[in-house]
């Protein structure tokens, strides 16, 4: 082991997974997936290893019996049309063709066997891209500007810095076992397209006069999460230049690692540590690991977008345009890759870049090709005019694969979605997020209307039914959806949120908006 854990001194403090990761490393199971498992078949895979599985990026699904799901880094959700032809044949030859976007702009597969596994692994080495620590308890996905690059609204393009920090995270030992998950986004957007305030570390865009010299970079917040117990990160007192990024990331992963709890497995996000120490303590240790940080200067933020960028717009190259596309609750499949993966090289830049709203996004379209790639047949589905509720409605996987679940969630979206753009006329959009438990992967807290899944006792039994939250937004003005009273059946959620949205329409305000 590269770095010998302080924590490890005084064991009596560490719930029982930090044994399982004390007696392998979780990067461990990969080699061992590949060169006995896959071989041996799903009945030879203990316990403990099958906790490890997660450092694959990989899952047991629902019902337990024998598949797994799989979660692919697409960092800063910008791959290569090589890379979308990739993944889409790992999900027609192992996924039943089902291919989800999550909101961390990753790729989520199901269905997949141990038998399949190495092939995917190699597959996907082959194009760049990697599963490895997309889960567990280490740093994931990077989230970030989806339009890095071609964005009008950013300060910074952030590409190479994500690519920086990535290239040093991914497979590194000293960093793969955290007291818990880790989530770091970095975005030079001004419209806080990778939802700061919910990261366990976060970069904005900001700028500072430094002797006389006005530097563009960033700042940052920690110790956001959502669960049980939401967090919105806090911010401190510093200012990072484009070339510190990864060593005050490592500084402040390093205090995670060294400091975060270990005790409690529901206590461990760095979110309780940032909570109990508060932004000041926290700055001054970083500082004492990384050196001293000039202190903020001035935030380059000014609103929040939702990440939503249904439609065409004009880049910051002239002449060249992206188009959004809407990926109704998430969920395309390999044929629709492909179709995207073709029309990226042939009239785009030859990226596909995915949204933390489960969208997707096609670049570099030179003003005379619009009409054409507009008239395509995967645009039908994959509409850049989505109807209202559709575009903006997003869910987590929910009880059709995920153990944790309590309720089926993404059909039931889909449904309520189609619902009430049939019943509701709106000159506005309104965000609703569906998820199927507390864990919130479908970040119900900061949705307009957010919908979390539970149980209700009714005289035929116990039924899924969804608590209600309304009016999460981010940004300046960042705050967490309140809870109404109540809980409504599965079956009704469609109507009673249509009376809901009536009632805000009937009797808005001038100017009043759902938020
Ligand atoms: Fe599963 Fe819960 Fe996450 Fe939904 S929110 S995917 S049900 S863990």
New binding site residues.
Partial sequence: MAYEPIWMNDSSKLNKFEFIKMEKDGLDVIRTIIDEYSQKGYDSIPEDDMNRFKWAGVYEQKPREGYFMMRIRINTGIMTAAQARALASIGRDYGRNLIDVTTRQAIQYHWLKVEDLPDIFNRLEEVGLYSYEACGDCPRTIVGNPLAGIDKDELIDTRAIVEEVNAFYLMNRDFSNLPRKYKMSITGNVYNNANAEINDLAFIPAVKAIDGEEVIGFHMFVGGGLSAKPHLAKELDVFVRPEDVLRVSIGVTTIFRDYGYREKRHQARLKFLVADWGPEKFRDKLVELVGDLPTKGESKTVGWNGIYYDGVYEQKQEGLHFIGLNVPVGRTNSEEFEQLADLAERYGDGTIRTTMSQNIILAGIPTEKLDEVLQAPVLERLSPKAKPFMSRTVS????EF?????VE?KERARRVAEYLDEHIQLDEKIRIHF????????QKHIADIGLQ?ALVKTPEGMVDAFDIAVGGVLGPDAQFNTALKGRVKGDDVAGVLAQLINFYKENRENGETFH
């Fill in positions: 987590c996987t929910g009880n995920c153990n944790l679940a309590v969630t998820i199927g438990c507390p864990n919130a992967c479908g899944g």
